[in-house]
């Protein structure tokens, strides 16, 4: 049984530029959550995709935007990248249950901008 | 702002000795997790605890929840040198928001 799945596992952009980070939920699961991680910080909220839809979205600008596809699989894209978007970047995936249900990590994207 | 913060930030202690970790947290709760994170990966589930529980235990790991002091402790008992990690408490913000505090990045000598 295949966990959650991240690709690429590191990527170099720079300022300006636009990426794509992709994610596969760990079968059985229909809800993806995004989070950013700084170096020495906690991960942090982006958001949540359900049913192909945003359900809640944390404190990040509209450059941070996704999509959830039919197979349950998300994307998470950032536009005009900046310096400080360097960080790793974390899929997580659970079941509809809600805020209760534990969420199972990928091993994250580690993004640079140069 | 961060719901969660943990405390202390680091901790070196000596393998079969116990550690614990404290999360304090601002607003009502449902839930508060424990996750570990080993050298900037993902993360790892390791305990859920609800709000009307006050202790739980899994393996050598017990978890306490004080809803009244906003408070939560995770302790490892007879500590490996694999529990080496970082370990975060998490919890619900309302609607599907999980919060997690800045972390305790534990580390135990063999």
């Known amino acids: 049984d295949a966990g959650v799945t991240q690709s690429p596992t590191h990527l170099i952009k720079t300022r300006g530029q636009q990426v794509t980070l992709r994610c596969s939920p760990k079968?059985?699961?229909?809800?993806v959550s995004w989070y950013q991680q700084a170096l020495g910080q906690g991960p942090q909220f982006i958001f949540q995709?359900?049913?192909?839809?945003?359900?809640q979205r944390g404190n990040f600008p509209d450059r941070f935007s996704g999509h959830q596809f039919p197979n349950y699989s998300s994307e998470l894209n950032v536009n005009a990248l900046l310096l400080g978007d360097s960080a790793l970047y974390l899929c997580?995936?659970?079941?509809?249950?809600?805020?209760?249900?534990?969420?199972?990590f990928g091993p994250g994207t580690r993004l640079t901008v140069l | 702002s961060q719901q969660g913060e943990e405390d202390p930030q680091a901790l070196s202690i000596q393998e079969g000795e116990n550690a614990t970790m404290n999360c304090s947290y601002k607003?009502?709760?449902?839930?508060l997790q424990w996750y570990r994170q080993n050298s900037g990966r993902g993360l790892v589930h390791l305990i859920l605890?609800?709000?009307?529980?006050r202790e739980k235990h899994s393996g050598r790991l017990r978890v306490t929840l004080d809803t009244s002091k906003k408070s939560s402790s995770l302790l490892i008992t007879a500590s490996r040198a694999a529990d080496t990690a970082s370990y975060f408490c998490?919890?619900?913000?309302?609607?599907?928001?999980?919060?997690f505090g800045a972390g305790t990045r534990l580390f135990v000598k063999a």
């Open positions: 997580a995936s659970s079941g509809a249950g809600g805020p209760a249900d534990t969420q199972y």
């Open positions: 079968s059985g699961h229909d809800t």
């Open positions: 995709y359900y049913e192909e839809e945003e359900r």
């Open positions: 607003t009502s709760i449902n839930n």
């Open positions: 605890i609800r709000s009307n529980e």
């Open positions: 998490a919890t619900d913000a309302g609607g599907f928001k999980t919060i």
